[in-house]
T-cell receptor, first 111, second 112 residues
Framework: AQSVSQHNHHVILSEAASLELGCNYS??????LFWYVQYPGQHLQLLLK??????LVKGIKGFEAEFIKSKFSFNLRKPSVQWSDTAEYFC?????????FGSGTKLNVKP | DVKVTQSSRYLVKRTGEKVFLECVQD?????MFWYRQDPGLGLRLIYF???????EKGDIPEGYSVSREKKERFSLILESASTNQTSMYLC???????????FGPGTRLTVL
């Protein structure tokens, strides 16, 4: 079945640690890729997106993601996390005009 | 700034009641979406609309219907609420074509 997989459901890091959240998808053809973040009590907002061009995409708040077509992956990275990065992160794929979301990864950053 | 507003942040209803969830966007977006968000399941698409009076089923449309009479407003209707429809409901909108979605704050619905 076509899907978006986020294998890490819950990640706990200390401040200044590096972060990598995995996202794999199984849709064929052209895809557009997104990472959204939901801070506690707030609505979902866009972190970054990939449509075409440079597969390394930079987003807000120091986040970046790399599209690796051969691996059907779009992993999210941040070199040094802060306590304020505590949130839930969702990977999403836009394929044939429909959005598909992963199950989310809860990130807890300890001060 | 794009604004997507939802009529209620919290709603408590009884089994069998008809429930209306309203969503309004102020950016003249063509596309509007309704999702439900459940722990461990992420966001699941219920219905979406590409234009006024047009609607398409998402992945979990059973038990729901929608209405889009005006471009800025997209309503989700639970004809006869059931306890398994207790969830967080998110509305989103986007421009026509391939583009990011903008989300509302969500409505947490509890069906007793």
């Amino acid at each position: 079945a076509q899907s978006v997989s986020q294998h890490n459901h819950h990640v706990i890091l200390s401040e200044a640690a590096s972060l990598e959240l995995g996202c794999n998808y199984s849709y064929g053809g052209t895809v557009n890729l997104f990472w959204y973040v939901q801070y506690p009590g707030q609505h979902l907002q866009l972190l970054l997106k990939y449509f075409s061009g440079d597969p390394l995409v930079k987003g807000i708040k120091g986040f970046e993601a790399e599209f690796i077509k051969s691996k059907f992956s779009f992993n999210l990275r941040k070199p040094s996390v802060q306590w304020s990065d505590t949130a839930e992160y969702f990977c999403a794929v836009l394929n044939f005009n429909k959005f598909y979301f992963g199950s989310g990864t809860k990130l807890n950053v300890k001060p | 700034d794009v604004k997507v507003t939802q009529s209620s942040r919290y709603l408590v209803k009884r089994t069998g009641e008809k429930v209306f969830l309203e969503c309004v966007q102020d950016m003249d977006h063509e596309n509007m979406f309704w999702y439900r968000q459940d722990p461990g399941l992420g966001l699941r698409l219920i219905y979406f609309s590409y234009d006024v009076k047009m609607k398409e089923k998402g992945d979990i449309p059973e038990g729901y219907s929608v209405s889009r009479e005006k471009k800025e407003r997209f309503s989700l209707i639970l004809e006869s609420a059931s306890t398994n429809q207790t969830s967080m409901y998110l509305c989103a909108s986007s421009k026509q074509g391939l583009d990011e979605q903008f989300f509302g704050p969500g409505t947490r619905l509890t069906v007793l």
